[in-house]
């Protein structure tokens, strides 16, 4: 029979995230307003199994409203099982709250850490193996395959009770975990190595994976080779900084008598991290840099180009007396967060300066000469920036927006 799942991971609900300055609430309210939209989502889609592959909490740091928030959102009603297996920054200890404020929700289960743990589902026709961390570090191999098992519980439609009856595994075989993926067949690393070699030694029909935050790439229609276990990760649904820009995703999965038929992907983020670069010239007026930002990122996002954090990358040639830090006052009126990256370089003839037999000739030249020696393109920036300045100061301007 035919399934259709969910999957997601690395959600850190509850993180911090105090770089962020004053957006820092903003994105602390996407991380959930995120996870609100993928249960959602999962309902309006009829999702059958829901699946969170660890990161779900950001333990150390989730506050207790936000969790009985958290809390609030998996009691809601829902057709769908939710099935977490926890990693490294929940793990799933008797004083984790998935051990006490959530061991009561209905059609909600965590994975144990002791031991590796199969759920039937005999009404989806589908088996789950799946097991959590225990604590910060994983050091041996933690991988779901079948066999494996050392219990087995069977779904009611509502909890998980356990079956000693002995049967065998159901037709859809599908594992949940955390882990990081490793070339070769040895492993080394402390948060759950595991090896591509073992992988492909797996007989699972899909391994949904967590830990890395960036997505893999997805298998396209008719390049899914059914021999091999599909090991996946969704990426984090919602960016936690500009590491993670631009659009995320979960992860929809459709199964068939064991077989994968699709995998398609959810976009997921509430709000973006986005890093761009705009080219400007000396003639533009602050009302045209606006103008001209403004429209870019509409075209990123034409509805809710408002909702993300910005870091522009202002390059080309400065205009005389542009001041960066109200230019991005002025964007902030416009598009809310955002940060301005100084990066232009000089509108003045370098060239002619350096010639001159003068203080600021000398300036010139060593400047330059640092630019050409330098092979990092942020470095070449950085002297750009320091040569304009340097140059606004011979010119006897106050150096006001240097950060
Ligand atoms: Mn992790």
């Known amino acids: 029979m035919s399934i259709r799942i969910l999957h997601t991971a690395d959600l850190h609900l509850g993180s911090r995230m105090s770089s962020l300055g004053q957006a820092a609430p903003d994105f602390q309210e996407a991380l959930i307003q995120s996870f609100d939209r993928l249960l959602q989502e999962a309902e309006k889609r009829s999702i059958d199994l829901f699946l969170i592959a660890g990161d779900f909490l950001e333990v150390a740091e989730i506050q207790d409203r936000e969790l009985n928030r958290v809390h609030d959102l998996l009691v809601r009603e829902r057709s769908f099982p939710v099935l977490i297996a926890a990693g490294n920054h929940d793990p799933y200890s008797s004083a984790s709250p998935y051990a006490a404020l959530f061991s009561k929700i209905p059609r909600l289960y965590v994975f144990p850490s002791e031991a590796i743990v199969r759920l039937d589902f005999p009404e989806l026709d589908t088996s789950v193996w799946g097991v959590s961390f225990g604590s910060l570090y994983q050091e041996t191999t933690l991988l779901p395959d079948i066999g494996t098992e050392q219990a087995t ?3 009611d439609g509502s909890g998980f009770p356990v079956n000693d009856q002995k049967e065998e595994p159901l037709t859809n075989k599908i594992g949940l975990v955390h882990g990081e993926l490793i070339a070769g067949s040895s492993a080394a690393g402390v948060y759950n190595s595991l090896p591509s070699q073992r992988i492909r030694e797996n007989r699972l029909d899909y391994l949904a994976l967590g830990h890395i935050h960036k997505a893999s790439e997805l298998p396209q229609g008719d390049r899914i080779d059914s021999r091999n276990t599909m090991a996946l990760y969704p990426g984090s649904p919602q960016g936690l900084s500009f590491n993670e820009a631009g659009a995320r995703q979960a992860l929809i999965v459709e199964l068939d008598n064991s077989e994968i038929l699709s995998v398609s992907s959810l976009p997921s983020s509430s709000r ?3 890093d761009l670069n705009t080219e400007i010239n000396s003639s533009q007026s602050d009302q045209e840099i606006i103008d001209q930002i403004v429209a870019e990122v509409r075209e990123i996002d034409p509805v809710d180009y408002r909702r993300h954090s910005y870091k522009i990358h202002l390059r080309g040639e400065a205009p005389s007396d542009l001041k960066v830090k109200r230019l991005e006052s002025g964007l902030r009126e416009e598009i809310g967060h955002v940060n301005l990256l100084d990066e ?10 350096g010639e001159e037999q003068t203080l600021r000739g ?23 920036q320091a040569l304009r300045l340097g140059l606004a100061a011979f010119r006897g301007e106050a150096i006001d927006d240097v950060y």
């Open 153 to 155: 519980l069977r779904y």
């Open 272 to 274: 973006m991290f986005i």
């Open 344 to 353: 232009l370089r000089p509108a003045e003839n370098i060239k002619e300066l």
């Open 362 to 384: 000398l300036f010139v030249r060593k400047m330059l000469a640092a630019a050409e020696e330098s092979d990092n393109e942020d470095t070449e920036y950085d002297l750009q």
